[in-house]
């Protein structure tokens, strides 16, 4: 039985990677020393799970941005826009341009599309296909960083995406082919690439397959079997792992198993019933399972003793030999180390195991497994169970009267007292508002002066009253500003606010918060997810003190603002103790509490936020419709406390709709505004297509570029929203917040916006 680790965080343990890359693109540094800060980062990861006891430590699952890109690279799959740069930059920056987009020079190219990984936070950057697509081995990361590892004695494995998940991430740019077909094209090189690093001396190579979790066709199938079976074929004496993550194999199952490879790996966090299937299936021949039972991406102490009779089971029906230990999935996931939390309440932070801490428990269980017995195995057994003993009990976690209150929820609690269509009628004959009402999504800039006055305050230069009265000026002169502006619906500003979550679980029962729990987001972002420790009340007030105070201030509308449950749930790293659904409705009703206190103080309007009920989505179809009904319901439970006349909105952004349509209608929002700009409308073809009964606002313009469009494009926009949506049902609002904009483009942008929709009201 041995141990290994399928990938470390790489941002730096303070976030050493981050900072000198956006140094080194600002030209402040220059790229050697990038380069230093980058091969210390390796060698110190290295070291680290060295150092632990991991047997078999990965290389080249270091990134300068992400790990597709690098594997793009690796491939020579460079889109032609940027082969003008092959000539005149270095390879990095090459990589650089193709991350961030190149206007320098006289060039103006754009950045290569970032999406979701898989159901995670972590974005990665789509490679593109065209037809007639060739590649040819031209990145050299994974050979240099195989012999970097290898040359400091490391018994190292590199790491890469598998050719078919490569091409499944991917996304055709020409008409006419199928991504698929490329294989023939793909294969030879990745190949040579795997003759390569034979012939450099890698005995293990781990290779991620995550598409074996996502519903596959008979042909993707079939590639998958082709592909591994030519490998064996070219390359036979190089042993391959086999990884697939973040769930089941399940209908891939028997092709997984019928892959000529030496390791498969198994998700056992996400999906544990699989090792009974793969235990007792017909393809199982020789291979070694390697167990994924430390859970890579939530922070959460492993629980030893259940751990150790899934390995026994495994163990009984395999022999030692063919029982591997290793995290779920990549430690990319988690945050680098528990032991730079100084805050942390002492029996919370009993609980939990970042990266390094991870790392610990495989090499723990992996010697517990193999019947080894030293005082200080017995020592960490009885610790870890000691933790679990009173992780179950501790009153900082069970709150009986959240529990109770959540038991006697009934069905009326999600439901507003009328339909839409009484709602509406009530609404509209209540406010007044002309046709197309104009109204933004909550946030406006945050300058660097709002984010001082925040880190001042928190550090105890400022008093709470200081504080306040400085939130409370730029609150004043926003509302001022969008009464000039002459915006219909007003927000107040969001300058209170760090972020849409942390600002929330902040005034929350349930909630801790980390110094140094970053976990990388896309290249050099990263965020610091709040951790949902226990059951979440709500005891205090968490936005009507801003609110209020805004609409006395005004005789227009004041839009309220919050963050939905799912949204919440989505962003931070919640219980494993409890199913997702029910800390999604202990959120949910806290939230409630907080829409029928600001209705009780005035408000009219308030809107929760929702841009995360997608991202959510399970991995396979076929859990979507439970995982759905739950998130829908959850939104429900906090909306449909307050009268008819009371409008709820909500706001969800880079979402396509197409295939749960039917869901977000059921949210029952008297209004949602959506991100449409950068898709020109078309998003809303889901919405008519539908017949979406609720009112709309789709964004008329594009939130993250400082360009302000004109009067003339957005009328364009909302002429082409005329065409497909009744009328009465319009509203005109940007895509997005406006957090991450300057004030200059802000107010020319919204000016034009406003014109365009009294323009629009003249014409109709
Ligand atoms: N109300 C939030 C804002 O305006 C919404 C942000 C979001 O959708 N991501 O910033
Ligand atoms: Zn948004």
Not at 525 to 543: E, H, M, Q, T, Y
Not at 723 to 744: A, Q
Request: hydrophobic share 40%; proline share 4%.
């Amino acid at each position: 039985m041995q141990n290994h680790n399928l990938g470390y965080p790489r941002i730096g343990s303070q976030r050493e990677l981050k900072k000198a890359c956006e140094a080194y693109w600002t030209g402040k540094i220059l790229l050697n020393e990038l380069l230093e800060t980058a091969k210390k980062i390796r060698t110190q990861n290295w070291q680290t799970q060295q150092t632990a006891g991991i047997e078999l430590i990965p290389v080249n699952d270091f990134s300068f941005y992400d790990q597709v890109l690098d594997m793009s690279l690796l491939l020579g799959n460079i889109p032609d826009r940027y082969q003008p740069l092959r000539s005149t930059q270095s390879n990095l920056d090459l990589y650089f341009a193709m991350a961030r987009g190149y206007q320098r020079d006289g060039y103006d190219l754009t950045a290569m599309e970032m999406t979701k990984w898989f159901d995670t936070n972590y974005h990665y950057i789509v490679p593109e296909f065209k037809k007639n697509q060739t590649f040819q081995v031209f990145g050299t990361k994974v050979f240099e960083e195989f012999a970097e590892a290898k040359n400091l004695g490391f018994n190292a494995k590199p790491v890469l995406i598998g050719a078919v998940s490569y091409l499944l991430l991917g996304k055709e740019k020409d008409k006419g082919f199928s991504k698929l077909d490329v294989i023939d094209q793909l294969l030879p090189v990745y190949i040579e690439i795997l003759q390569k690093l034979q012939v450099q001396g890698a005995v293990w190579v781990q290779i991620d397959e995550p598409y074996l979790a996502m519903d596959l066709t008979d042909k993707e199938r079939q590639v998958f079997v082709q592909v591994y079976t030519e490998i064996k074929k070219q390359v036979p004496q190089l042993k391959i792992i086999l990884a697939n993550y973040f769930d089941c194999y399940g209908d891939n199952l028997a092709t997984a198993l019928q892959l000529p490879l030496e390791v498969l790996h198994l998700d056992l966090v996400r999906c544990p019933s699989q090792l009974d299937d793969i235990l007792t299936h017909k393809n199982l021949d020789s291979q070694i399972l390697s167990l994924g039972i430390v859970d890579g991406r939530n922070i959460w102490k492993n629980d030893f003793e259940q751990s150790l009779q899934v390995i026994q089971k495994a163990v009984d029906k395999l022999g030692k030999e063919r029982v591997w230990i290793a995290p779920s999935c990549s430690l990319l996931h988690s945050p680098y180390d528990l032991d730079f939390e100084q805050k942390l309440n002492p029996e919370i932070k009993q609980w939990l195991a970042f990266a390094k801490q991870k790392l610990n428990e495989v090499v723990t269980l992996t010697k517990l497994a193999k019947g080894e017995k030293t005082p200080e195995l017995e020592k960490a057994l009885q610790e870890n169970i000691q933790a679990h003993q009173n992780r179950k009990t501790s009153t900082l976690i069970h709150n009986p009267k959240v529990k109770e209150r959540l038991q006697g929820i009934c069905e009326e609690d999600f439901s507003r007292q009328s339909s839409f269509v009484v709602r509406q009628a009530l609404q509209k004959k209540r406010f007044k508002l002309p046709l197309f009402p104009t109204t933004t999504i909550g946030s406006f800039p945050q300058t660097t002066d709002v984010r001082q006055l925040r880190a001042r305050w928190k550090k105890g230069e400022l008093t709470q009253a200081q504080y306040e009265a400085e939130i409370e000026k730029a609150t004043l002169e926003a509302i001022s500003w969008q009464e000039e502006v002459g915006l219909d619906v007003l927000v107040h500003g969001e300058f209170e606010r760090n972020d849409m979550v942390e600002y929330f679980g902040e005034l929350l029962e349930g909630f801790a918060f980390t110094e140094n729990g970053w976990v990388q987001s896309y290249g050099s972002r990263c965020v610091k997810p709040p951790i949902i420790f226990g059951d979440v009340a709500r005891n205090k007030d968490l936005s009507v003190r801003w609110s209020s105070f805004a609409q006395k201030h005004t005789k227009k509308l004041m839009k309220g603002m919050l963050t939905g449950p799912v949204t919440i749930l989505q962003w931070s790293f919640v219980r494993n103790d409890q199913a997702r659904k029910e800390t999604a409705f202990q959120i949910a009703l806290a939230i409630r509490d907080e829409v029928i206190a600001l209705e009780q103080a005035g408000i009219q309007v308030i809107q929760i936020d929702e841009p995360a009920i997608r991202e959510g989505l399970p991995l396979g179809k076929k859990d979507w419709t439970t995982y759905l009904d739950w998130a829908v319901k959850a939104f429900r439970l906090a909306a449909s406390g307050v009268k008819d006349e009371t409008q709820i909105h909500t706001h969800m952004c880079y979402s396509e709709f197409n295939d749960i349509i039917e869901h977000i209608a059921a949210m029952d929002a008297d209004v949602i505004t959506i991100e449409t700009s950068r898709s020109a409308m078309e998003l809303l073809n889901a919405f008519t297509a539908f017949k979406y009964p609720n009112e709309i606002g789709p964004g008329v313009y594009d939130i993250h570029s400082p360009r302000v469009p004109s009067v003339a494009e957005i009328k364009q926009l909302l002429n082409k929203a005329t065409e497909v949506l009744p009328l009465e049902n319009i509203w005109v609002n940007p895509d997005c917040g406006l957090k991450t904009r300057r004030w200059e483009e802000t107010k020319l942008a919204l000016q034009n916006m406003v014109q365009a929709a009294q323009e629009l009201r003249e014409e109709v």
